[in-house]
């Protein structure tokens, strides 16, 4: 899962190279009257680089009230490194509902180029949230930002995983009302450019689809990332179990409420699952809602997405 960035560069009017022209063209336009510009952007900006979970780096993705990094670095109007000539105070803020905590101030030294805010945390979870590096003191440059998605809870697990559940999400409540659990038989590729081989999370529904809504609550989106291409057919294919809270999904016995999905980890749920032609088989489409083998427990409603790439899902 990758951060979406945004960052505002705009040309300085003046450059050192150029003050003694400079000069004489100002002197030029006092003579004739010409209006001149009351300001310019400034030559500089911040660039937030990286934004990173620290307390559990193998998720690759940040988590509600986890501890987090970001690396801010000074770059020109060409979008290159460099430094700055003062020692120079950056503040670091959040946009959203939620609270940022920690080490939410840094300064460059002069002649530096990068600050470290570690220790962070933000609470709650949330979509696209715009994490912004500003100027308080020191050279004057334009503020960088960044939009990042915040999960309610994660869990990783290696490549051989056959079942994958996360333990801070075993069964839904009203508090949060879908859990999911991924059915590995082939389990997934190795991947070894990355540390976790199989994530899954929850996370909100905020912005990304009709989402189930009822009592008060609203449905949560489940996420898996994995690399299973190869390994899974139509008529051997991969579970996620979306679980939902009875408040959201009351009634009795298996309705066949419709299951949202996208195969892109990262986007919208575009995609409406239909059922499946029949028990542990996929149909014409991409994925289906195996309803013969989805179940309710203790009021709760359980089903059963078949699919055979990588899946996001709620209801």
């Known amino acids: 899962m990758t951060p979406k960035q945004s960052l505002t560069r705009k040309q300085s009017l003046v450059r050192r190279s150029l ?5 004489a063209l100002l002197a030029a336009a006092w003579a004739v009257g010409m209006a ?29 009230d986890q501890t987090f990094a970001v690396e801010v670095r ?12 003062a020692a120079t105070t950056i503040t670091l803020t959040a946009s ?6 920690g080490d939410t101030e840094e300064t460059i030294q002069a002649n530096g180029s990068v600050a470290t805010f570690s220790g962070l945390t933000y609470s709650p979870f949330d979509n696209d949230v715009v994490l912004t590096a ?21 869990t990783d697990a290696d490549a051989t995983a056959r079942v994958v559940t996360d333990d801070a999400c075993v069964a839904p409540t009203q508090a949060v009302p879908i859990c999911s659990q991924l059915l590995l038989p082939n389990g997934a590729n190795i991947d070894h ?25 609203t449905a949560l989106v489940a996420t898996g990332v994995l690399d299973i291409e190869g390994l899974y057919s139509k008529t051997s294919p991969a579970t996620l179990i979306i679980a939902c809270d009875k408040v959201l999904c009351g009634g009795t016995g298996v309705p066949k409420l419709p299951v949202i999905y996208t195969f892109d980890n990262d986007g919208d749920l575009d ?13 014409p489409d991409k994925a289906c809602v195996d309803y013969v083998s989805s179940t309710r427990s203790d009021g709760d409603l359980y089903l059963h997405l078949l699919f ?3 899946v996001r899902g709620s209801m």
């Open 19 to 23: 003050a003694v022209l400079s000069a």
């Open 36 to 64: 001149l510009p009351a300001s310019a952007a400034p030559a500089k900006a911040l660039e937030i680089v990286s934004v990173t979970n620290t307390e559990n780096p193998n998720l690759g993705l940040l988590v509600q």
């Open 74 to 85: 000074v770059i020109n109007n060409s979008g290159r490194p460099t430094t700055v000539k």
């Open 96 to 101: 959203g509902p939620g609270t940022l905590t």
């Open 134 to 154: 500003s100027v308080t003191s020191g050279d004057e440059l334009s503020p960088g930002e960044i939009s990042v998605d915040f999960a309610l809870t994660a």
């Open 193 to 217: 450019s990355s540390r976790s081989d199989i994530v899954l999370s929850i996370g909100s529904c905020d912005d990304l689809g009709p989402c189930r809504s009822a009592g008060g609550i």
């Open 271 to 283: 995609q409406t699952a239909q059922a499946c032609p029949r028990k542990g088989v996929i149909g």
């Open 308 to 310: 055979t790439h990588d």
